[in-house]
């Protein structure tokens, strides 16, 4: 296992339920399929139903084992990533499918969000926050992303900042606030690891040296009131 990035669930924590819950693996790479699936088989309410190595095998499986959630790697042969998603997504719309991958630009967050995928983590984190976005995927109480193409009003497009990405932005604007880190990674869909790591390069970026200077800074450049 390496990184996580998460999608985070709506509201407290979920209860274990009494029926282990089906998920189907698939990844490329023997050793992480091994580790993912020794890192499952250690919670009692996780039911390994199968595991695929590439694109095409995973689309086959979801069919002959019917999961309930799929927890895939983004890159795999034969058939990509976003197009699996697409796949499973329509033929069998009940399957949740969380992304397992270690790429953490967001073209590729925000790509498989949009193609279906309920939850995107990235290899790295606890293990043990893999099994809660699986058990939050089952439960509906992981948000989709937006696929209408609308964003929305005040989003970070329209108040970008000179030299800060658009997550950047979206997470600098969500500090002025005044929300914690819990809450920015909730609404932007990220691991609070992941909040924290951006606001490190925001800090650097516009060279302030904690959270009240960089929201003095969108305050005095008139991205916050």
């Keep these: 296992m390496d990184t996580l990035i998460e999608k985070p669930g709506i509201g407290g924590a979920i209860e274990a339920p009494a029926v282990p819950l ?20 250690s919670h009692e309410d996780i039911e390994i139903v199968g595991e695929a190595h590439s694109g095409a095998e995973l689309l086959a499986l979801v069919e ?20 699996c998603i ?13 992304v397992l991958s270690a790429c953490d630009d967001d073209a590729s967050i925000d790509g498989a969000l949009a193609a279906g995928a309920s939850a995107y983590v990235i290899k790295s984190v606890s293990a043990v926050d893999v099994a809660s976005v699986l058990r939050q995927a089952r439960c509906g109480a992981v948000r989709h992303a937006r696929t209408d193409g609308v ?16 997550r950047e932005t979206a997470i600098l604007l969500a500090v002025s606030r005044g929300l914690t880190t819990r809450a920015i990674s909730h609404e932007l869909w990220v691991s609070e690891h992941t909040v924290k790591f951006h606001l490190t390069n925001i800090y650097r970026k516009l060279g302030v040296s904690n959270r009240s200077s960089a929201v003095r800074y969108a305050i005095e450049h008139g991205l916050a009131t």
């Design 22 to 41: 089906k998920v189907l693996i698939a990844d490329d790479h023997p050793l992480v399929l091994l580790g993912v699936r020794r890192t499952l088989e």
């Design 64 to 83: 002959r084992r019917r999961p309930e959630v799929v927890l895939m790697d983004l890159r795999m042969p034969d058939v990509e990533g976003e197009s």
């Design 86 to 98: 697409r796949a499973i997504s329509q033929s069998r719309p009940e399957v949740k499918i969380v």
């Design 151 to 166: 964003k929305p009003a005040g989003c970070a497009a329209e108040r970008a900042v000179p030299g800060l990405t658009e």
